[in-house]
Nanobody
Framework: QVQLVESGGGLVQAGGSLRLSCAASGRTFSNYYMGWFRQAPGKEREFVAFIPWTINRTLYADSVKGRFTISRDNAKSTVYLQMSSLNAEDTAVYFC??????????????????WGQGTQVTVSL
């Protein structure tokens, strides 16, 4: 079993930056594929970013490419999402997800076994 705890969300003005963290516990973090997803009010959950345990093949949603950066620190069992040039469309609850065996494309939520509780990001105009 893996426990995931997100932090770092909050209220930020448009054009600003935030860094989200997702701390994992329970298993060997370095063997896990990690993803970030988000869900805005009234919308379905959507993929944001992915990082495998090899860290050299990250993936991003087109809507965040060039603005968001996913990274991981295996020594700290933590994955990060650095977000910059934020806009109102980035307002959502952000979730991290983990799995040691991808069950589907890493862009799909069903690929992952474990989820955090989410952290709210609100971008004001």
């Amino acid at each position: 079993q893996v426990q995931l705890v997100e932090s770092g969300g909050g209220l930020v003005q448009a054009g600003g930056s935030l860094r989200l963290s997702c701390a994992a516990s329970g298993r060997t973090f370095s063997n896990y594929y990690m993803g970030w997803f988000r869900q805005a009010p009234g919308k379905e959950r959507e993929f944001v970013a992915f990082i495998p345990w090899t860290i050299n093949r990250t993936l991003y949603a087109d809507s965040v490419k060039g603005r968001f950066t996913i990274s991981r620190d295996n020594a700290k069992s933590t994955v990060y999402l650095q977000m910059s040039s934020l806009n109102a469309e980035d307002t959502a609850v952000y979730f991290c997800a983990a799995t040691n065996t991808l069950h589907d494309s890493p862009l799909k939520g069903r690929a992952y076994d474990y989820w955090g509780q989410g952290t709210q990001v609100t971008v004001s105009l």
